[in-house]
């Protein structure tokens, strides 16, 4: 059984740093790349980052380049988010997820399996 299990600290000024991890269960987590996705309230489910398998490729949402990172690290099981320059529109609950494949996308459509969820808050 597929589980994901979110945590960090979830609140912050603006211009401020947050991470995110992710502790993965239940399958071969090398075996597919990871993502983080958002939800800010009134609004879909949009697409963050992704991390391939290995961790050697990452794609990125444009209103987040050159400010989020993400990594894993095969041997936790674990996928992190490190958030950096934080803006008041960062606000919503984060969501850890697998993707479908080995190679991530930036279609939030191909994330399957979802952890509960971390709000993070940044206050202006």
């Known amino acids: 059984q597929v589980q994901l299990v979110e945590s960090g600290v979830g609140w912050v000024q603006a211009g401020g740093s947050l991470r995110l991890s992710c502790a993965a269960s239940g399958y071969t987590f090398e075996n597919y790349s990871m993502g983080w996705l958002r939800q800010a309230p009134g609004k879909e489910r949009e697409f963050v980052a992704g991390v391939s398998w290995h961790g050697g490729n990452a794609i990125y949402a444009d209103f987040v380049k050159g400010r989020f990172t993400i990594s894993r690290d095969n041997a936790k099981n674990t996928v992190y988010l490190q958030m950096n320059s934080l803006k008041p529109e960062d606000t919503a609950v984060y969501y850890c997820?697998?993707?479908?494949?080995?190679?991530?996308?930036?279609?939030?459509?191909?994330?399957?399996?979802w952890g509960e969820g971390t709000q993070v808050t940044v206050s202006s």
């Open positions: 997820s697998m993707h479908k494949s080995a190679w991530g996308t930036s279609d939030a459509r191909d994330y399957h399996y």
